[in-house]
């Protein structure tokens, strides 16, 4: 067995031994956000002409979902290893930064999809999706997860203590969430903040993985991929460069 493979087999087992806790969990508090939100505004609120609220809805909080859980596994898994000092088990064998890089991001990207399914599995019962165009749904679906497990690594190899991390969840990754039109269109927002979302990377994967489900975006799907693709290129080129150099891992 490569470097890789038993890497990756031991952050998949490290997620899926508390499982209630890392896909249950996020899933059942996923679904409230849809009965809080789908009851109060459904039939007031029209985000698009021809599709209903919860249709617009659902896409939106399985992305978030998708997007939040990729990114606390890589991250909480990294600076778990540092504050314990397990980091050096991780260190000391022959993994490329490539393994290191490909073990952690794929691990993240496999509980981001666990989640996202789960939640699209149990809003079945609120609003059959349409699936217009299921190939740009995976696409943004696969991007978003390599994106936030990718920027989860980066705060992780960060971060030092665990309120650090918690400082980039609560003012870097909770606001870029929000303002990526997970529960409403951009173009419903005053024009300072509709300039706002346009420079968040978020707004784009959300807002291709919509397309996907309902065939209607707030951007064409080709300039969210487009944004998408050289948004994870530079966070993959900074965390390889970081875990090249051994930044706060080996000094």
Excluded at 121 to 135: D, G, Q
Excluded at 170 to 175: E, G, R
Excluded at 204 to 210: A, E, L, Q, T
Aim: charge should be positive.
């Amino acid at each position: 067995m490569s470097g890789f493979s038993t890497l990756f087999r031991k952050e998949i087992l490290r997620f899926w031994k508390v499982v209630y806790q890392t896909v249950a969990g996020p899933v059942i508090s996923t679904v409230l956000y849809l009965l809080v939100f789908s009851n109060a505004l459904q039939g007031r609120v029209e985000a698009f002409p021809g599709v209903a609220y919860t249709t617009f809805l659902v896409p939106g909080l399985v992305m978030m979902a998708m997007q939040q859980n990729s990114f606390a596994n890589a991250s909480s898994s990294l600076i778990q290893s540092k504050v314990t000092g397990n980091v050096v088990f991780i260190l000391l064998p022959p993994l490329s930064v490539r393994d290191l890089f490909g073990a952690y991001v794929g691990a993240a990207m496999v509980r981001g999809l666990a989640v996202g399914l789960g939640v699209l599995a149990v809003t079945l019962f609120f609003s059959i999706p349409r699936f217009v165009a299921p190939l740009w749904a995976l696409a943004f679906g696969l991007l978003g997860c390599a994106i936030l497990g990718t920027m989860g690594l980066l705060a992780g190899i960060w971060a030092e203590k665990f309120d650090q991390m918690a400082a980039v969840q609560s003012f870097v990754i909770a606001p870029a969430t929000f303002l990526a039109g997970v529960f409403y269109s951009v173009h419903s927002l005053p024009p300072f903040w509709q300039a706002v979302s346009h420079l968040n990377p978020f707004f784009y994967i959300v807002d291709g993985f919509r397309y996907g489900f309902v065939g209607v975006s707030d951007v064409p799907p080709l300039v969210s991929l487009a944004v998408v693709c050289a948004t994870l290129a530079a966070v993959s080129t900074v965390a390889l460069s970081m875990l090249k150099t051994g930044y706060k891992l080996r000094h």
